[in-house]
Each structure stands twice: as structure tokens, then as C-alpha cells.
T-cell receptor, first 113, second 116 residues
């Protein structure tokens, strides 16, 4: 299995621009998680889905952030408009059933200038 | 409230020495417990997990962890550290998905430095 796939791996954009991060979970997994990691705040859960349905989005920092999961094999995290404080590494992870163990993608390093 | 505490922000160990990373959790039911490792520029990788049964669990790369319910702890150990073990280590507790979906709470991480 290819594991969790994230794209792009690196993104540099200017403040005010729209940013879309993409994730393909492991085939057969039914839960998907988006995290943000920074030096100051550590690893933060932004939102998670179960069977393509958003279950808990309490970690989404502002209305500028939105996430979708149109099908079992694809999810997006969008930031519009982006701000410099959004600069971070964004991870996607997936898991299956009640196993709780999560498999992480390599992350997208976002830099907003 | 569910929480995970890793009291050591960073630890330095000599290569070949033993290692113990501490983890304490707060959880209302029997927890599912995990240790993950993150190498620089990488995502998190599962080292080991505890769901039930034997309280001493073995993981990859020679790591083990012991669940102690009375102390609400799940400390990670390795008898002999290698330079390649330098990384950040995260303890995590899982649970709380009554409506579907299974959220995991991560600790703040402990960065391990290995000196020659």
C-alpha cells in the first residue's frame, strides 16, 4: 500500500491567496484526520471525518479554514484567504474502524509570506 | 477531561545507554494508548500500542512500553539507544467516538537527542 498521500509537499503563497491541501487516505480506511503542527502549538487536530462525514471540526481555527471529503479516497483542506500565521506543517492521517491507530502522511509544509 | 502529559520537553542520552520517556494520561475509561515517533521532515509513525491484555507491549525498532493503570502511565523504554533513534516521540490516548470517528489526543512530544 502506498500509505497516506498528501499534495503538495511544499507550498509557498502570498498572504490573501487561497490554498488547497489534498489528501488521499489508505484504501479501506474510514476515518480521516487533518492536523496542523507548529513549534509554538505542537500538533493540533483541526477536523476529522468518519465515513466521509465531518464529526468534529472544533479545532478549525477560523472560518477561513474549510475541509471536505467528497468520497472515501479524497479530502481537501482549504484556507481562504491565507495569512502568515497559517504557516505550518499540515498532516493528514487515516485509520480504520475502532483501531484508533492512525497512519500519517508526510505532511505539507505551508509558508505564507 | 482527556489529556496526555509528557513532562520532558527534551532528553539527551548517550548512544548505547538505556532510555525511558515518560507519559501520563487522564481518561475516564480504559484507554487505548500509543507511542508515535516523528523523524525530522517526516510524518508520525506508530511505534507501539496498548489496547488490553499484557501490560508490557513490544513495538518496532526495539521499543517497549508498560501500561500502569494505578499510575496512569505508559512509559516508553529502550535498553540501548542508537544514534538513529534521535527524533520526537509522542504519546497518545484514543477514545471518545460515541457518534462515530475515533479521536486521539496527542501529548506535546519529547525530543530525544543522542550523543556519541
Amino acid at each position: 500500500d502506498a500509505g497516506v498521500i498528501q499534495s503538495p509537499r511544499h507550498e509557498v503563497t502570498e498572504m490573501g491567496q487561497e490554498v488547497t491541501l489534498r489528501c488521499k487516505p489508505i484504501s479501506g480506511h474510514n476515518s480521516l484526520f487533518w492536523y496542523r503542527q507548529t513549534m509554538m502549538r505542537g500538533l493540533e487536530l483541526l477536523i476529522y471525518f468518519n465515513n466521509n462525514v465531518p464529526i468534529d471540526d472544533s479545532g478549525m481555527p477560523e472560518d477561513r479554514f474549510s475541509a471536505k471529503m467528497p468520497n472515501a479516497s479524497f479530502s481537501t483542506l482549504k484556507i481562504q484567504p491565507s495569512e502568515p500565521r497559517d504557516s505550518a506543517v499540515y498532516f493528514c492521517a487515516s485509520s480504520f474502524g475502532r483501531s484508533y491507530e492512525q497512519y500519517f502522511g508526510p505532511g505539507t509544509r505551508l509558508t505564507v509570506t | 477531561a482527556q489529556s496526555v502529559t509528557q513532562p520532558d520537553i527534551h532528553i539527551t542520552v548517550s548512544e548505547g545507554a538505556s532510555l525511558e520517556l515518560r507519559c501520563n494520561y487522564s481518561y475516564g475509561a480504559t484507554p487505548y494508548l500509543f507511542w508515535y515517533v516523528q523523524s525530522p521532515g517526516q510524518g508520525l509513525q506508530l511505534l507501539l500500542k496498548y489496547f488490553s491484555g499484557d501490560t508490557l507491549v513490544q513495538g518496532i525498532k526495539g521499543f517497549e512500553a508498560e501500561f500502569k493503570r494505578s499510575q496512569s502511565s505508559f512509559n516508553l523504554r529502550k535498553p540501548s539507544v542508537h544514534w538513529s533513534d534521535a527524533a520526537e516521540y509522542f504519546c497518545a490516548v484514543g477514545g471518545g467516538g460515541n457518534t462515530g470517528g475515533f479521536k486521539t489526543i496527542f501529548g506535546a512530544g519529547t525530543r530525544l537527542f543522542v550523543k556519541a
